[in-house]
């Protein structure tokens, strides 16, 4: 009977044996270098997977930053570049590269002026602000002025028509006010030449050309 029994134990441990090496060799077929592997090795394993995807994670997290840095600087590029082309444009218009569009006066002198009183008005125009002034179709640079006596005004070579016509760019309440003040320049004129009557306008907007001239400095140059 004991016999017995050790046969059937003998035989029942071989069997599992059998079965335990089948399933170890179809393992290793399926996938022989993580089935070589032990316990531990496979726990260190599976740390090192863990690892290296928390290390792939904050990569991601870097380049992303990286990326919204990028974008972030090319935008406050284009700003930085459209608003230094605003602002050199500016400085063209006012300087008279540009032509100019916006509010402000237009003054009308009907009757004969000279020149220097023609400048008088533009000077009191300059000084309340204007930013940008043509008379007739000429538009006012440095070294543009009204000369000529009664009845033969000429600017920048060009002979002016009557009635004469100022535009300026500006804050038309001021340039209005300073030359219809009590005691200004409009009133002075009219004091030596009764027969000439001028009228100034607040405008909405007007469309100022640029100036024909070259305005690149013959000598000077930037001090950068």
Same mark, same amino acid.
């Given at each position: 009977?004991?016999?017995?029994?050790?046969?059937?134990?003998?035989?029942?441990?071989?069997?599992?044996?059998?079965?335990?090496?089948?399933?170890?060799?179809?393992?290793?077929?399926?996938?022989?270098?993580?089935?070589?592997?032990?316990?531990?090795?496979?726990?260190?394993?599976?740390?090192?997977?863990?690892?290296?995807?928390?290390?792939?994670?904050?990569?991601?997290?870097? /380049? =992303?930053? +990286?990326?919204?840095?990028?974008?972030?600087?090319?935008?406050?590029?284009? %700003?930085? !570049? $459209?608003?230094?082309? &605003?602002?050199?444009?500016?400085?063209?218009?006012?300087?008279?590269?540009?032509?100019?569009?916006?509010?402000?006066?237009?003054?009308?002198?009907?009757?004969?002026?000279?020149?220097?009183?023609?400048?008088?008005?533009?000077?009191?125009?300059?000084?309340?602000?204007?930013?940008?002034?043509?008379?007739?179709?000429?538009?006012?640079?440095?070294?543009?002025?009204?000369?000529?006596?009664?009845?033969?005004?000429?600017?920048?070579?060009?002979?002016?028509?009557?009635? /004469? =016509?100022? +535009?300026?760019?500006?804050?038309?309440?001021?340039?209005?006010?300073?030359? %219809?003040? !009590? $005691?200004?320049?409009? &009133?002075?004129?009219?004091?030596?030449?009764?027969?000439?009557?001028?009228?100034?306008?607040?405008?909405?907007?007007?469309?100022?050309?640029?100036?024909?001239?070259?305005?690149?400095?013959?000598?000077?140059?930037?001090?950068?």
């Amino acid at each position: 009977m004991r016999r017995r029994r050790s046969l059937l134990t003998f035989t029942a441990v071989m069997a599992l044996l059998g079965f335990l090496v089948v399933t170890q060799l179809n393992s290793q077929a399926a996938d022989d270098r993580l089935n070589a592997l032990s316990v531990p090795e496979l726990g260190e394993l599976v740390a090192n997977l863990t690892t290296r995807n928390d290390q792939l994670r904050e990569e991601i997290r870097t /380049l =992303e930053s +990286q990326r919204a840095a990028v974008e972030a600087a090319a935008n406050r590029g284009d %700003t930085s !570049a $459209g608003q230094i082309r &605003a602002d050199l444009d500016r400085v063209l218009g006012w300087s008279g590269a540009l032509a100019v569009i916006g509010p402000g006066v237009r003054v009308t002198v009907e009757g004969n002026l000279p020149g220097d009183a023609v400048e008088q008005l533009l000077n009191e125009l300059r000084n309340a602000g204007a930013e940008a002034i043509t008379i007739g179709d000429t538009r006012l640079v440095p070294g543009v002025v009204v000369t000529g006596p009664t009845g033969g005004l000429v600017v920048d070579g060009q002979p002016l028509e009557q009635p /004469l =016509e100022i +535009q300026a760019v500006g804050q038309a309440e001021t340039m209005g006010g300073t030359l %219809t003040r !009590a $005691g200004g320049p409009i &009133a002075q004129l009219a004091a030596q030449y009764p027969e000439t009557v001028v009228t100034v306008v607040a405008v909405d907007r007007l469309d100022l050309p640029a100036t024909e001239r070259d305005l690149g400095p013959k000598l000077g140059s930037p001090r950068l």
